[in-house]
């Protein structure tokens, strides 16, 4: 019964932002984490930001520093926002939710509710 949604992919020039959103519905729990992946043609799915519950978030370290995760409880939607965007972040980029009994998943193994995914290009 659990619903993710994502929007606000596009295509943007490197140096470029972008704010994606998830809508999330279905679900009421304590614990949660929510990821964003993506995943470019011929490459696995990756995980570029987490956020759980408590407020805790995780970045791998090709974000880091350039992307922030933030949740809206009220709106039961989570953003990536996306700076100095480079060709290389260019995939489809997915949100997922899972339900962990503590700390947070970083493996998309791990997350069993995805949205259908929204394509970002950053090209010049």
């Known amino acids: 019964q659990v619903q993710v949604a994502e929007s606000g992919g596009g295509s943007v020039q490197p140096g470029g932002s972008l704010t994606l959103s998830c809508r999330t519905s279905g679900y009421t729990y304590v614990n949660y984490c929510l990821a964003w992946f993506r995943q470019a043609p011929g490459k696995e799915r990756e995980a570029v930001a987490t956020i759980d519950s408590d407020g805790r978030t995780r970045y791998s370290d090709s974000v880091k520093g350039r992307f922030t995760i933030a949740k809206d409880n009220a709106k039961e939607t989570a953003y990536l926002q996306m700076n100095s965007l480079k060709p290389e972040d260019t995939a489809m980029y997915y949100c997922?939710?899972?339900?962990?009994?503590?700390?947070?998943?970083?493996?998309?193994?791990?997350?069993?509710?995805w949205g259908q995914g929204t394509q970002v290009t950053v090209s010049s």
């Open positions: 997922a939710v899972a339900f962990p009994s503590s700390g947070g998943y970083w493996l998309s193994d791990e997350y069993d509710n």
